[in-house]
Nanobody, 117 residues
């Protein structure tokens, strides 16, 4: 059973920063594609950033977060990160960590991010 545990969410003012973490129980953590998704109240869960094939130098971002968010992996700690800078109110939502392992998709429980003055 793959476990994903997010942390690092909270309340931050517009323009502030947060770093989300997702720790995993994955064996061979470094080889799997992983991603961060966001779900705002009343909306669907949307992709924010994705690391392809375990290589964090190859990453995709949704246009609205490019140049503000950075996804990265620490393979020694089996942890996925999302550094979020210049936060905006529209970045608010529950952020979920996702892993694709051998054709199956796993999700964490989510961490709340609220950007408000």
């Amino acid at each position: 059973q793959v476990q994903l545990v997010e942390s690092g969410g909270g309340l931050v003012q517009p323009g502030g920063s947060l770093r989300l973490s997702c720790t995993t129980s994955l064996t061979f953590f470094s080889i799997y594609p992983m991603a961060w998704y966001r779900q705002a109240p009343g909306k669907q869960r949307d992709l924010v950033a994705k690391v392809l094939k375990g290589e964090d130098r190859i990453a995709n971002y949704v246009d609205s977060v490019k140049d503000r968010f950075t996804i990265s992996k620490d393979n020694s700690k089996k942890t996925l990160y999302l550094q979020m800078n210049s936060l905006k109110p529209e970045d608010s939502g529950v952020y979920y960590c996702q892993a694709e392992v051998n054709g199956r998709t796993y999700w964490g429980q989510g961490t709340q991010v609220t950007v408000s003055s």
